[in-house]
Each structure stands twice: as structure tokens, then as C-alpha cells.
């Protein structure tokens, strides 16, 4: 299995307040993913990585930031949190070579409560 | 625009019946393909794949193949366990210069004893 690990697993918190999501990976992998995974929508990208201080938006990037310092960690920032980013949110990596096929390795998840 | 479309669930079976999940695609390009599993509580893992036109994934006897003349990466098992009892995605991954792996709606299988 790939090293990927997501703090915290579950998180309540309330409207208006920030939270921070965490990935660590020990793989070393180049790319980093944050998607969020809602009922019928299957799972929508919202950040991802493609190196040290390089990131770019997906396409439910709204509400949300991101950053990575070091190779094995990516945070997600959700600045005031809202009942509409109440989610599971996954973390994936992935060793994205030119010419092939793009496999993406998934951490367990965390799910976030906005009250 | 690029896009992933899975047959909705859930899909119920009985122990030994064979499945079929469906799954069309559309892509601008040559997309590769791929069925990712999630058992509950987990994340989502690599099922199988397939990078080009008539290529067949396999894995723990399930195989899909990529069928470009009808867009299709159908997923099939000959005999479901219990223990396939999962939701299962579909999903695209574009490598034609940046990035995009898009994913379909996920179908719930549900496998009875």
C-alpha cells in the first residue's frame, strides 16, 4: 500500500471557523491531489500539485486554498468553513510519467462536519 | 467537454452471479482508463486499467476492455463474492499535456450470501 496518511480522520467544527486538513506521504511521489467526495457527484478535484510551491485550481477550487512545502506534505485550507463543504475529503498521489497511464493512490479520507 | 458516465446503483447480487458495471466515456484525445474500488471506510484503490483501444485490464477476476468505437470500459466478473461488495468508479486520465483524471459517479454493488 502506498504511505499516505490524512489528519485528522473526522472533524466537527462550525460555520465561519478555518480548518486545515493534512496529507503526508512517504512515497515521494510528485503529484498531490485534493478531492472531495459528495452522494451522486462521484469524487471533483479541488487542488492539486505538481511540485514544491506549484499548485493549481481544479473544478470546485472555490472556498478553498492549498499549500506544499515540503514534497510529502499538502494542506488544505478551508478559510470559513461552510455547511456545503460538509464532506469526505481524499488525498491522492500519484508518480505522473509522460506517456503513461496516470494511477493515483489514495490516503483513507477525512470526513468534515460543518455545523 | 470531457466527461464519465457509469450506470447508477445500487446493483444488488446474489454469491456467484455474474456482474457487469457499464461505463462510457468522452474524451477529447486518447484518454487511459481505469476501475477503482472503495470498500467502506477506505479510499478509493486501483481495480484495473487500460491505456489504449482493445487493451483488457484484469485483476482478481475482473476485467474490463477498452472499446474506443463504442466508448466503453465495461468492468465484468464471471462469479461475485460477498466480500466484492464495494463501490466502484470509473474514471479517465488524459495525458496529453497537463492534467485531468476525471471520474464517474460511482456505482454501489451490493453481493447477498
Known amino acids: 500500500d502506498a504511505g499516505i496518511t490524512q489528519s485528522p480522520r473526522h472533524k466537527v467544527t462550525e460555520t465561519g471557523t478555518p480548518v486545515t486538513l493534512r496529507c503526508h506521504q512517504t512515497e515521494n511521489h510528485r503529484y498531490m491531489y485534493w478531492y472531495r467526495q459528495d452522494p451522486g457527484h462521484g469524487l471533483r478535484l479541488i487542488h492539486y500539485?505538481?511540485?514544491?510551491?506549484?499548485?493549481d485550481k481544479g473544478e470546485v477550487s472555490d472556498g478553498y486554498s492549498v499549500s506544499r512545502s515540503k514534497t510529502e506534505d499538502f494542506l488544505l485550507t478551508l478559510e470559513s468553513a461552510t455547511s456545503s463543504q460538509t464532506s469526505v475529503y481524499f488525498c491522492?498521489?500519484?508518480?505522473?510519467?509522460?506517456?503513461?497511464?496516470?494511477?493515483?493512490?489514495f490516503g483513507p479520507g477525512t470526513r468534515l462536519t460543518v455545523l | 467537454g470531457d466527461s464519465v458516465t457509469q450506470m447508477e446503483g445500487p446493483v444488488t447480487l446474489s454469491e456467484e452471479a455474474f456482474l457487469t458495471i457499464n461505463c462510457t466515456y468522452t474524451?477529447?484525445?486518447?484518454?487511459?482508463l481505469f476501475w477503482y474500488v472503495q470498500y467502506p471506510g477506505e479510499g478509493l484503490q486501483l481495480l484495473l486499467k487500460a491505456t489504449k483501444a482493445d487493451d483488457k485490464g484484469s485483476n482478481k477476476g475482473f476485467e474490463a476492455t477498452y472499446r474506443k468505437e463504442t466508448t466503453s470500459f465495461h468492468l465484468e466478473k464471471g462469479s461475485v463474492q460477498v466480500s466484492d461488495s464495494a463501490v466502484y468508479f470509473c474514471?479517465?486520465?488524459?495525458?496529453?499535456?497537463?492534467?485531468?483524471?476525471?471520474f464517474g459517479a460511482g456505482t454501489r454493488l451490493f453481493v447477498k450470501a
Open positions: 474514471a479517465l486520465s488524459l495525458n496529453t499535456g497537463g492534467f485531468k483524471t476525471i
Open positions: 500539485s505538481y511540485g514544491v510551491k506549484d499548485t
Open positions: 474524451a477529447t484525445g486518447y484518454p487511459s
Open positions: 491522492a498521489i500519484s508518480d505522473r510519467t509522460s506517456g503513461e497511464a496516470d494511477t493515483q493512490y
